[in-house]
C-alpha cells in the first residue's frame, strides 16, 4: 500500500539538490536546437504550497529550500542558483516575502524548461496524487500522464521519441526493494536508451538503514556516470536522512562542476 506523499516534504535539502540538477540538465539541454523529451517516473503532484499543514508539520521546508528564500536577496546571481530561485518566484505571486507558498515540484521544473517541439510524460502511481496531477499539468499539450508505477514504466516508454531526453527516477524508498528496482529500471533503461540521460535520486541514511554506497557501487560502470552529493549534517547510526545524492549516467558536460560550485555556496546555509 503507498503511503508515501510528497506534500509533507516538498522544498526539504533533497528538494534543493534533486531540483538545482534537475534544473541545469534541461538548461544544458534547451540550449541546442533539437527537441528531447523529459521523463518523470514518480512525478507526486506537481506542485506544493509550503504553507499547507503537511509541510508545517514536518518543517522539513524550513531547514532546506526556505533557508535559502530567505537569504535570496544576498544568492541572487546569474548562475544555476539565482534561475533556481526565480522560477521558485515566478510561480508565486509578486509581493511573495519572506514566507513563500508554492513550490514547483519536479514535474513543474521540467514543464518550465519545455519548448514547443519538447514532450514530457509524467507517471505516478498514487490514486489521489495521480488525480491532482492531471489536473495540474492536463491543459498542456505536449504532456501526457500516466497512472503506473514508474519502474515499469521507465522500461516500458523507453526509448523515446525523439531519442534526445532525459528520465528522472526520483522513488520514496519507502519499501526497501525499491533500491534494488531502482538500480534494475536504471539498468534496463539505459539497455535500452544508452544514450539518454538517466537521473536516479537516492537517500543518505543512518548507517544501519543507508544503501547509498550499493546504488553508486551497482551503477558504477554501466556507462559515463557522475555522483552529485549534498549532505547536511553527520551520518548517524540509526536514523534521519543527513543527505541525498543524484547519480547521472550521461551527464551534459560539466554538470557536476556547474552544480557543485551552487552547492558549496549553499551547503553552510542547510546545515542542521
Known sequence: MLSYRHAYHAGNHADVLKHLTLLAILQQMR?????????????????????SDPARKTG???QGFLRLWQQRTQLQGNDLLGDYLDM???????????????????????????????????????STEIEHLRDNFKRDPRISIHHRDGFEGAIALTPPTPR????????????KADYQQAIKAVQAVHRRWPTG????????????????GLVKQKLRGI?????????VAP???EFGMHGSGMYIINPP????????????????????
Open 197 to 212: 540521460i538517466i537521473a536516479l535520486w537516492y537517500p543518505m541514511l543512518g548507517q544501519s538503514r543507508d544503501f547509498s
Open 235 to 237: 551520518q548517524s547510526d
Open 31 to 51: 540550449s541546442k536546437d533539437k527537441a528531447f523529451v523529459g521523463i518523470d517516473t514518480h512525478s507526486g503532484n506537481g506542485f506544493y504550497n509550503l504553507s
Open 223 to 231: 556507462a559515463d556516470g557522475v555522483s552529485i552529493e549534498l549532505t
Open 88 to 126: 521558485v518566484a515566478s510561480v508565486n505571486p509578486v509581493d511573495t516575502g519572506a514566507t513563500i507558498g508554492n513550490y514547483p515540484g519536479s514535474p513543474a521544473i521540467m514543464q518550465s524548461q519545455l519548448r514547443e517541439e519538447d514532450r514530457l510524460v509524467l507517471m505516478e502511481l498514487h
Open 164 to 175: 534526445r531526453g532525459l528520465l528522472l527516477m526520483d522513488p520514496s524508498y519507502e519499501n
Open 60 to 62: 522539513e521546508a524550513a
Open 253 to 272: 558536460w560539466q554538470l557536476a562542476e556547474r552544480v557543485n560550485a551552487v552547492l558549496k555556496k549553499i551547503q553552510p546555509l542547510l546545515q542542521v
